[in-house]
T-cell receptor, first 113, second 110 residues
Framework: DADVTQTPRNRITKTGKRIMLECSQTKGHDRMYWYRQDPGLGLRLIYYSFDVKDINKGEISDGYSVSRQAQAKFSLSLESAIPNQTALYFC????????????FGPGTRLTVT | GEDVEQSLFLSVREGDSSVINCTYTDSSSTYLYWYKQEPGAGLQLLTYIFSNMDMKQDQRLTVLLNKKDKHLSLRIADTQTGDSAIYFCAASPGNTPLVFGKGTRLSVIA
């Protein structure tokens, strides 16, 4: 089984709709992250959480919100989707700081029409 | 804050060596990483180097770190078509999230 799972894998939605992307990890990691990937722009950090009670904004948090429901679950919401939020979204988890590897999910491809 | 730069494209012939370069700005970055993203997949850690090291070798991969110039490189020996992917450089400036470069798309020509 995959260590980091994301649902849905693909989603098409209309402008103005609220949607939620979900992420679960089975590795017992404290740290979780949400990124978006756009061609030519690499990975940009949206939000991150270092433990269940900790939520931090990343580089591009406007228009997004998150919820850390449990150590294993970290969901990303788009309150009112807009076309320029069309992107590939990745969730990742990490045990802690230092040389610890970030484990990435397979990604959610979101299209906002 | 930290800024990580890398070229966007590299094309090599099968069997040649590939060298992907990266520069970073924050000298306090303790660890520097190379991640690989294959088509349709998430990122996977290839290797990392601690800032007090100059070089790290792992099979076909060699990482070189010039801390003075804040320059990191990844060399892939005997590049194969299966190495075609996007390679991301990332830096860890202390107890903060990784900062990723924009990724270098490596194309291997058979």
């Amino acid at each position: 089984d995959a260590d980091v799972t994301q649902t849905p894998r693909n989603r098409i939605t209309k402008t103005g709709k609220r949607i939620m992307l979900e992420c679960s990890q089975t590795k017992g990691h404290d740290r979780m992250y949400w990124y978006r990937q756009d061609p030519g722009l690499g990975l940009r950090l949206i939000y991150y959480s270092f433990d269940v009670k900790d939520i931090n904004k990343g580089e591009i948090s406007d228009g997004y919100s998150v919820s850390r429901q449990a150590q294993a679950k970290f969901s990303l919401s788009l309150e009112s989707a807009i076309p320029n939020q069309t992107a590939l979204y990745f969730c990742a988890s990490q045990p802690g700081q230092g040389a610890e590897e970030q484990y990435f999910g397979p990604g959610t491809r979101l299209t906002v029409t | 804050g930290e800024d990580v730069e890398q070229s966007l494209f590299l094309s090599v012939r099968e069997g040649d060596s590939s060298v992907i370069n990266c520069t970073y700005t924050d000298s306090s970055s303790t660890y520097l990483y190379w991640y690989k993203q294959e088509p349709g997949a998430g990122l996977q850690l290839l290797t990392y180097i601690f800032s007090n090291m100059d070089m790290k070798q792992d099979q076909r991969l060699t990482v070189l770190l010039n801390k003075k110039d804040k320059h990191l490189s990844l060399r892939i020996a005997d590049t194969q078509t299966g190495d075609s992917a996007i390679y991301f450089c990332a830096a860890s400036p202390g107890n903060t999230p990784l900062v990723f470069g924009k990724g270098t798309r490596l194309s291997v020509i058979a």
